[in-house]
T-cell receptor, first 112, second 110 residues
Framework: DAGITQSPRHKVTETGTPVTLRCHQT?????MYWYRQDPGHGLRLIHY???????DKGEVSDGYSVSRSKTEDFLLTLESATSSQTSVYFC???????????FGPGTRLTVT | GIQVEQSPPDLILQEGANSTLRCNFS?????LQWFHQNPWGQLINLFY???GTKQNGRLSATTVATERYSLLYISSSQTTDSGVYFC????????????FGTGTRLTVIP
């Protein structure tokens, strides 16, 4: 257990509404990541953070923003949700000199 | 990014059988991990194995980095082994994010 929690675990929202997902870690790891999982694609990186206020884009960042004001929290925001953002969202941390990654339990988001 | 291909895409086994899952990747890597996604969606770390061989109980993995592939062996399979197995790699340039394959879906029947 890498001490990662995600909230909410499930959410249904309407097209056009803003949504924020939270990832919380208890062990002060520097690197945190947001991935999305869609059928036929495995997991793909949305954004990542390498420290407080230090973030960068990943492979599928359009329509998403992130913030990290504290080491333990990494927020993912969909500023105006679309149906194409219906997905399962996973947060991850990387640990130690090897940067081995561990994943949170996921958030299932449905945009209607 | 790095391309990761897994085979076979689907596998059905009788309980007690052995299996080999394969992962090919398109470039040199710093990190290679195997994960099991259980039927509840949880991603469980199996191996961190950028090169060499490791064993953990009934599971073992081998990565031949120079030939850009990794193998996951499951012996004496059990119904609890069912789920999707993912291989994921980190390239030698850029961010330390993982590039995932599309997985092998394993079903073990009693």
């Amino acid at each position: 257990d890498a001490g990662i929690t995600q909230s909410p675990r499930h959410k249904v929202t309407e097209t056009g509404t803003p949504v924020t997902l939270r990832c919380h870690q208890t062990e002060n790891h520097r690197y945190m990541y947001w991935y999305r999982q869609d059928p036929g694609h495995g997991l793909r990186l949305i954004h990542y953070s390498y420290g407080v206020k230090d973030t960068d884009k990943g492979e599928v960042s359009d329509g998403y923003s992130v913030s990290r004001s504290k080491t333990e929290d990494f927020l993912l925001t969909l500023e105006s949700a679309t149906s194409s953002q219906t997905s399962v969202y996973f947060c991850a941390i990387s640990v130690g000199a090897t940067y081995e990654q561990y994943f949170g339990p996921g958030t299932r988001l449905t945009v209607t | 990014g790095i391309q990761v291909e897994q085979s076979p895409p689907d596998l059905i086994l009788q309980e007690g059988a052995n299996s080999t899952l394969r992962c090919n990747f398109s470039d040199s890597v710093n990190n290679l991990q195997w994960f099991h996604q259980n039927p509840w969606g949880q991603l469980i770390n199996l191996f961190y194995i950028p090169s060499g061989t490791k064993q953990n109980g009934r599971l073992s993995a081998t990565t031949v980095a120079t030939e850009r592939y990794s193998l996951l062996y499951i012996s004496s399979s059990q119904t609890t082994d069912s789920g999707v197995y993912f291989c994921a790699v980190v390239g030698q340039t850029g961010a330390n994010n993982l590039f995932f394959g599309t997985g092998t879906r394993l079903t073990v029947i009693p």
